[in-house]
Nanobody, 124 residues
Framework: QVRLVESGGGLVQAGASLRISCVAS????????MAWFRRAPGKEREFVGA???????EYSEPVKGRFTIFRDNADNTVHLQMNALTPEDTAVYYC??????????????????WGQGTQVTVSS
């Protein structure tokens, strides 16, 4: 069992930057592909980005060029750096983990473990 705990959400103005983080309780963190998903009010869960256990990252089109996901295997942590935020980025952001996942990283069904979520609100 892997426990994921997100932190760093909050209220920011449009155009601002924010970093959210997720700490995983596992000694084999480096073997997990880590991802961020989000759910906006009244909308379906949406893939944001993932960093693979083997290296490399993928992003959804709405965030590509603005968001960066990176991991620190020494601290069992994955971060999501969000720049140029817009009100459309307002959502609960969830951290997810999947052991040795290499393909279809954007599909939520491939992730075994989820955090409780952290709220990000962007005001106009």
């Amino acid at each position: 069992q892997v426990r994921l705990v997100e932190s760093g959400g909050g209220l920011v103005q449009a155009g601002a930057s924010l970093r959210i983080s997720c700490v995983a309780s596992t000694s084999t963190f480096k073997s997990y592909t880590m991802a961020w998903f989000r759910r906006a009010p009244g909308k379906e869960r949406e893939f944001v980005g993932a960093v693979k256990w083997s290296g490399g990252a993928e992003y959804s089109e709405p965030v590509k060029g603005r968001f960066t996901i990176f991991r620190d295997n020494a601290d069992n942590t994955v971060h999501l750096q969000m720049n140029a935020l817009t009100p459309e980025d307002t959502a609960v952001y969830y951290c997810a983990a999947s052991w040795a996942l290499s393909t279809e990283v954007s599909s939520h069904i491939n992730y075994n473990y989820w955090g409780q979520g952290t709220q990000v609100t962007v005001s106009s």
